[in-house]
């Protein structure tokens, strides 16, 4: 049996209590992991706190830290086979997905520390002849980042690596289900030479979670989950007044007009929902395709998905793991039953597979016939793809926009003036067009409405987690007159 230590004020330790790990393969316990106490959590915010006002960091030079940003990519870059290796045992994802994702995630370390010492501040061309004013941007402070089992280290390389380049200082809680690789990422932080404390790295469920959102000393949470869970973080967060951002789920669309490229938007759809076994929270699990080719376009897409490798998730020649837990499993079941009832069409997959692990394959519903199915508005986070059709182009935004989530979208035509429209239609933090989920560490990512707020990624996600302060200098030597004295 494996057994994983947390990572508190540099020290890797036991904790008190453990939860067992299962593989999502098997579904058998692989691992023992530390179940972080209300004391451990204090510990650590405290040293998160401590680390940021140590002079160590507080007056570390933005180029310096930039500098331990860039060791730690390389270090990530080194490790990389070995930490896919992990995420793929301990979450069923598929290790040619997490050898490319972690490999990747190297480079939003190498982007954030080249940004560390970019972050600036400005000059105000202040209204008043004897004034200097300008603004200082200045870390926000303790960060409390919680992120959910899926591509946990690219999820927490997205939080951290901005954090750490604007001087802020992290406690991370990883998932309860699949923490392996971020238990695994702290032995790799702590060679690359931070202060001790400036990253802390925890592991448990909901209540671990509420005490380090609710902790008086954290300045800021940084979220990746789902939106009910958002919804106890900011009722947790009015304990400390921090600030929030939310990257929360989506239903995204992926829109079809009959002049696009067929190939190519089918072998994008097919990534779009299927890729990551569907727990993606970008999943293009909505398909809006226009009437004339439906038929067309579905039995492409039916060969594919049928053609579909299904298999162990440390095999390279798999396609579609399993599911990271049987609750996952169980919902995708669930949600698939009712959308039939609701009058879709099962067009193939909507069975779990029978055996052991949390198999389900790529799963695809007509939803012409019923358009208040459960499969058109809840997240699955699995390889089930929900379809409407469309006739006009007005037709296409309206159901595009028919959700209360707003992260992704996905838009295939040839027709440039169309898609200008489109992509100022659409209500959605991403808009792909003529490709589909694509990320880069230059590029901010996030959404609207239910999908939260904020972005991660490019310059907006460090600027995110600073503050501004507000210098007043006076540059007169005449002296200030006594302001009870009428002139
Ligand atoms: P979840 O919301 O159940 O859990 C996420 C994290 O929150 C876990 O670490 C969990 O322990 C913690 N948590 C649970 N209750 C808490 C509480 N009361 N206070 C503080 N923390 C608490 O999500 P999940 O099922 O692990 O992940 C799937 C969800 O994540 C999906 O909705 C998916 O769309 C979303 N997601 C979003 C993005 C994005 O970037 N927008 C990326 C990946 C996943």
């Not at 927490?156 to 809680?173: F, H």
């Not at 837990?325 to 009058?343: F, H």
């Not at 007169?476 to 009428?486: E, K």
Request: with cysteine; charged share 20%; proline share 5%.
């Amino acid at each position: 049996m494996h057994s994983f230590q947390q990572y508190i004020n540099g020290s890797f330790e036991d904790a008190t209590d453990h939860f067992d790990s299962i593989d999502p393969a098997t579904g058998a316990v692989w691992a023992k992991m530390p179940d972080a106490s209300v004391k451990d959590v204090n510990r650590a915010v405290e040293a998160a706190e401590s680390a940021f006002f140590s002079s160590e960091w507080a007056s570390m030079t933005a180029t310096a830290r930039g500098k331990l940003l860039m060791r730690l990519a390389e270090f990530i870059a080194e490790a990389a086979p070995r930490l896919a290796e992990l995420e793929t045992r301990d979450t069923g994802k598929i290790i040619r997905e997490t050898s490319a994702q972690i490999a990747y995630v190297a480079e939003y370390f190498r982007y954030y520390a080249g940004l560390a010492d970019k972050i600036e501040g400005a000059h105000l061309p202040i209204d008043k002849p004897d004034m200097e004013v300008w603004l200082r941007r200045e870390p926000i402070g303790v960060v409390a980042a919680i992120v959910p089992w899926n591509s946990q280290l690219f999820l927490s390389a997205v939080k951290i690596g901005p954090a750490l380049a604007a001087g802020c200082t992290v406690v991370l809680k990883a998932s309860e289900e699949g923490p392996a690789p971020m238990l695994e990422f702290a032995r790799i932080f702590d060679q690359a030479g931070f202060p001790k404390g400036v990253l802390n790295i925890i592991t448990g469920g909901p209540d671990v979670g509420a005490t380090l959102t609710s902790h008086p000393s954290v300045a800021h949470v940084a979220f990746t989950g789902g939106p009910e869970t958002a919804r106890h973080i900011v009722r947790n967060s009015a304990e400390n007044l921090a600030s929030t951002s939310l990257e929360l789920g989506g239903k995204s669309p992926f829109i079809v007009f009959d002049d696009a490229d067929l190939e190519s938007a089918v072998n994008a759809q097919v990534s779009g929902v299927f890729a990551a076994t569907g727990q993606s929270c970008v999943s293009g699990s909505r398909l809006v395709v226009q009437a004339s080719i439906k038929d067309e376009f579905i039995a492409r897409l039916k060969e594919k998905a049928e053609a579909i490798v299904i298999g162990a998730p440390n095999d390279m020649k798999t396609e579609v793991g399993p599911l990271c837990t049987k609750r996952q499993r169980d919902t995708a079941v669930r949600l698939i039953n009712r959308s039939v009832e609701q009058g879709a069409i099962l067009l193939t997959g909507g069975h779990a597979i029978d055996g052991d692990g949390y198999y389900f394959p790529p799963t695809i519903l007509d939803c012409d016939g019923a358009p208040d199915a459960d499969s058109l508005s809840n997240e699955f986070f699995g390889p089930v793809l929900s379809v409407v059709s469309f006739k006009t182009e007005a037709e296409a935004i309206a159901i595009a926009n028919t959700t209360q989530f707003g992260l992704a979208s996905g838009l295939f035509t040839q027709n440039l003036t169309r898609a200008h429209r489109m992509i100022r239609a659409i209500r959605a933090g991403i808009v792909w067009v003529n490709t589909y989920r694509v990320v880069s560490p230059i590029a901010p990512f996030g959404g609207h409405g239910l999908s939260g707020h904020g972005r991660e990624g490019g310059i907006e996600a460090a600027l995110d987690y600073t503050k501004i302060k507000s210098v007043w200098l006076r540059t007169s030597d005449d002296p200030i007159p006594d302001p009870f004295v009428m002139r």
